[in-house]
């Protein structure tokens, strides 16, 4: 009856619109109903619907007039008067001729028409499945989005399309989304993720059968909504309902990241302890801590902010740093100062700096000192030939231009200037002398560790020796002739047990009897002393010097003091944070690998890494790789 009389209002207004139309300026026509049932079919889709229904909603929703239908109490609709017993004489005065006293007034004051539809409408038209036994739950438009405002945004944007479509009278125009649409959005997702997790649980509930296993003690229930929920002992407390009965999720699922990420994001990069309390307002998740670290981890400013270094396994030394050899036929060269001269000892005298040049034997560590007046390409240049006077022409240098000192302070960026800019020269100008020179790669330090230690002691003796004065150019060589002497003085290898062996083995035994361009000896090893010349006697103690360093100090190398473990090596095509040694993890710079340099042992040690439109040289243990490296 409702309906009908819905349907006969239809009818009187299209003919009351059509003659007044032309005399008055209508902006709109609104119905009234109070019946909460013939609304909701009135926004329902009339195939939907029983046949008598479906032909009046059809009729009214077809009008020519375009009727906004709004829900009115019964106790304020005054046409509901016979209904609630009246009177003959009092119809006369009855305000069901003129109206209500609200309609006349501002819209402001109209009823809001707040009404819940019904959990289960009467009057639609029974349907029958086929080929199916289970609805299709679509759940990769999850997997599409890496933010949750952004899901959440797109979801309700297409709810809002699919309720204008049903519902023309009820359309929202709004540009901007409420916060209602979406939670909806959000309420849509955890719907479809419990039931694809936990339709059995749902089932039992349905069916009210006992809960089993681990979920037994959250005594789960479902709200009116038909959410999962958990039940918990925290049913009389003041909290929210929300945080009484949390909504169940399972501990993991591209829903689940999205839900964590967002509320890590939005709480100020929060931990696991406080995403947890956070999340517990609303949400229940299975193994949530474990979630939680996993997220953490992958979030790339808390990644930087504690960015580990890959550490590959420690490689093996190199030919020349195990080969039995002359002194100095291999050596490692270092800057270090700059230090402060005095021209004469002259009070007042004016001071310049100085440079120590450090050559280091990479077979024996003896160790040769030389200070540098400048630092120029005639000077060192002119101190690799003093070198090469006394030690003998090198057949192999190394030495470390890179930036690592940058920043240190401000003096060391002279060194950094001059090695960086003259190494094209220097490089020449050693091929023509038979010398090859091997640079390290930038900003990695361990590489020419043998030589960096000779450049920390020989500061470390200096500043015990001469504390703060200033020496001139002649008193500081003597010193650094005498560091040299001591460092020289140092054993190789520890002392032996046997107390009658009073002997150690020194970078000074390899110095001592042997010219610069020795030749062809006969081992002398075996032969009785008794029986030997004065230099064949000489000859032999040089002999028993390098069987002792290969007996006694090579084995000491064999061992891996660090670095010891096998970890996953760096790929080409892998995001990497690069190390800068005097810059906060946050501020190290990212790139990509593009190319990969491998060591004998097959295990990457060099990488050159793209950052922006340049490509960089740096050693694999200054590279961090990100939680987002690719993996093909």
Partial sequence: ?????????????????????????????????????????????????????????????????????????????????????????????????????????????????????????????????????????????????????????????????????????????????????????????????????????????????????????????????????????????QLPYGARHPLLLPKDGALVRLLVAHHHVKNAHAGCNALSAILQREFWILSGRRLFRSVIFNCIPCYKLKATISQPLMGDLPPD??????????????????????????????????????????????????????????????????????????????SDCGTNYKGTDRY???????????????????????????????????????????????KTHLRRVIGEAILTFEELATVFCKIEAVLNSRPLCPLSSDPNDLEVLTPGHFLIGQPLNALPEYPFRETSASRLSRFALLQQMTQSFWRRWSLEYLHLLQQRVKWSDRTEPPRVGDLVLIKEPNALPLYWRRGRIVKLSYGADGVPRVAEVLVGDSVLQRAVATLSRLPIYSRT
């Fill in 1 to 237: 009856m409702e309906l009908s009389g819905a349907a006969l209002l239809t009818r009187l207004l299209n003919h009351v619109h059509s003659s007044l139309k032309p005399v008055i300026d209508i902006t709109g026509v609104y119905a009234w109903s109070d019946s909460e049932i013939v609304l909701c079919w009135l926004r329902a889709a009339p195939h939907n619907l029983e046949i008598f229904v479906a032909n009046r909603v059809s009729q009214i929703q077809s009008s020519e007039t375009s009727l906004n239908w709004r829900h009115v109490p019964g106790e304020l609709n005054p046409a509901d008067c016979d209904s609630r017993g009246c009177e003959a004489p009092s119809l006369v005065d009855h305000p069901l001729w003129w109206g209500p006293d609200w309609l006349s007034g501002s819209q402001s004051f109209w009823p809001r028409g707040n009404y819940s539809e019904p959990t289960e409408l009467p009057g639609l038209r029974a349907r029958v499945g086929v080929g199916k036994d289970k609805p299709t739950r679509d759940l990769s438009l999850l997997e599409r989005y890496s933010s949750l405002d952004k899901l959440l945004g797109v979801t309700a944007w297409l709810r809002r399309f699919v309720r204008n479509s049903r519902y023309p009278s009820h359309r929202l125009s709004d540009s901007v989304l409420s916060p209602s649409e979406r939670r909806e959005a959000l309420m849509h997702w955890t719907r479809m993720v419990q039931t694809e997790q936990f339709e059995p649980v749902i089932e039992n509930l349905k069916r009210g059968s006992v809960i089993k296993g681990a979920l037994a003690r959250l005594n789960l229930f479902l709200d009116n909504a038909g959410m999962l929920r958990v039940g918990g002992r925290l049913k009389n407390s």
């Fill in 321 to 398: 740093r195990v080969r039995a050899i002359r002194p100095f036929a291999g050596v490692g060269t270092d800057f270090a100062g700059p230090f402060l001269v005095k021209s004469s000892n002259i009070r007042n005298a004016r001071s310049h700096k100085a440079y120590l040049c450090v050559f280091v034997c990479l077979s024996t560590k003896a160790v040769h000192l030389e200070l540098v007046s400048a630092l120029s390409t005639e000077a060192f240049l002119a101190t690799l030939g003093r070198f090469v006077s006394r030690r003998g022409l090198p057949d192999l240098i190394r």
């Fill in 412 to 458: 060391l960026k002279e060194v950094v200037e001059f090695l960086s800019s003259h190494r094209s020269y220097l490089g020449n100008a050693m091929s023509k002398r038979s010398i090859q020179w091997k640079f390290d790669p930038p900003a990695c330090p361990h590489w020419g560790g043998i030589f960096e230690a000779v450049v920390k002691v020989a």
